[in-house]
């Protein structure tokens, strides 16, 4: 069913559920946040830059970081994306090499979300399927059944990664889940001033 604002309904229960699956882009994968994330994402973290740019405080020991990540795990109100810049198939090494361009159109998402069917889960080795590239992370409103609103921040860490297009895929993928889980409609994002890239 559709609402006046074009979505669709609420959830009776808008608590985010435990997130067990992935979401499949042309240029990225987006694996929930979990503990087998966690050394690479302090070491990010350490990065005085991305601490800038992200407004963000360190976080001294890892031990600390473990506990973070548990906390973002049972939180009802947020959750947490591994953004992982998929490795170019057999194809699109061929396409390279030849001056093709891959023409990436519609976002292709696989939303095997459940929170009663952990079989449903896919897991995505870094050395098979690509490699940690950043993070994504969205926050429903408190009041969301009345605004429908949802936060969202995105870190690029890894430099090799920038000014490819995976961001921008991120956010296409996070949006389209929010749209269709929990009948988001409004998405806001905020940018330190200090985050030049972004705002430029």
Not at 15 to 25: D, T
Not at 51 to 60: A, F, H, I, P, Q
Not at 66 to 94: H, N
Not at 140 to 169: D, N, Q, Y
Request: proline content about 6%; glycine content about 6%; aromatic content about 8%.
């Amino acid at each position: 069913p559709i609402d006046q604002h074009g979505g669709l309904p609420p959830p009776s229960n808008i608590a985010i559920m435990k997130l067990v699956c992935s979401l499949l882009g042309n240029l990225v994968i987006l694996i929930p946040y979990s503990k087998n994330h966690v050394l690479k994402y302090h070491e990010w973290m350490q990065d005085p830059y991305l601490l800038e740019s992200t407004n963000s405080e360190k976080v001294s020991t890892l031990e600390q970081q473990y506990k973070i990540q548990k906390q973002w795990e049972s939180d009802q109100l947020k959750g947490a994306f591994i953004i992982m810049e998929k490795r170019p198939t057999e194809g699109d090494k061929s396409d390279v090499k030849e001056g093709k361009t891959k023409k990436t159109s519609v976002v292709k998402t696989e939303l095997c979300f459940s929170s009663s069917s952990p079989s449903s889960t896919r897991t995505y080795p870094t050395n098979e399927e690509g490699r940690m590239a950043g993070d994504v992370n969205f926050f429903l409103s408190p009041h969301f059944r009345e605004t429908r609103e949802v936060e969202l921040s995105i870190m690029i860490a890894e430099k090799a990664c920038r000014g490819k297009g995976l961001a921008t895929e991120t956010i296409h993928l996070i949006i389209e889940f929010c749209q269709k889980k929990y009948g988001a409609w409004r998405f806001i994002a905020k940018i330190s001033e200090k985050n030049a890239p972004s705002l430029g």
